[in-house]
């Protein structure tokens, strides 16, 4: 079980072998395509020219790393907001487990507690800490006892909801297929039709 995203497959390598990769695509994973999200790690890596780890990127110059995810082709639509965050969820795993973003799945007692200690991450509200707890589960194999009831709808099997349900071009086309009804649906009542 792994992410297969169509992306350079140096970057779907990326993400099975460096949980920190994983989880910065995951932060970065909002208003940009989840190509875009899930390949910035690699690029990013490229950029640096080395993996980082969570306190090089903890500790790194802010203004510089901004400079890092401005650079055209930007690692994402708002690279200062995005670098300050990916800043932030780094800072959160060196306070809270020594650096080491696996750290954050690997210690859970269980599926609650995972969803807690992934909400807890800057940015991650309830339906992203969601989708990261049923992308862990099925694509990674972190399945604590209670983790698709703690992942929600995420968490059904067969589900097409997100990132978390990827494995082809077939299952990323009914994944954006349910985004883009979830869209018109939040439209619809917004607007009260």
Partial sequence: MTL???IDPEANRLLERSPLALLVGM???QQVSMEKAFSSPYVLVQRLGHEPDAA?????????L????????ALHRFPKAMAARVQEVCRVLVDRYDGDAARLWADASDGADL??????????????????????GK???????????????????????????????????????YKQQMKAAAKAKATGD
């Fill in 4 to 6: 297969v995203l169509p």
């Fill in 27 to 29: 932060v970065l994973d």
């Fill in 56 to 64: 090089e990127l903890a500790g790194y110059d802010p203004d510089a």
């Fill in 66 to 73: 901004v400079a890092l995810f401005a650079t055209p082709p």
């Fill in 115 to 136: 969803l807690r200690r992934v909400a807890e991450l800057p940015g991650f509200g309830r339906q992203k800490a969601q989708i990261f707890v049923a992308l862990l």
């Fill in 139 to 177: 694509r990674f194999g972190v399945t604590p006892e209670g983790w698709r009831e703690a992942a929600g709808g995420y968490g059904d099997p067969g589900a097409h909801r997100s990132v978390a349900d990827v494995t082809d071009a077939e299952s990323l086309r009914r994944v954006r297929e």
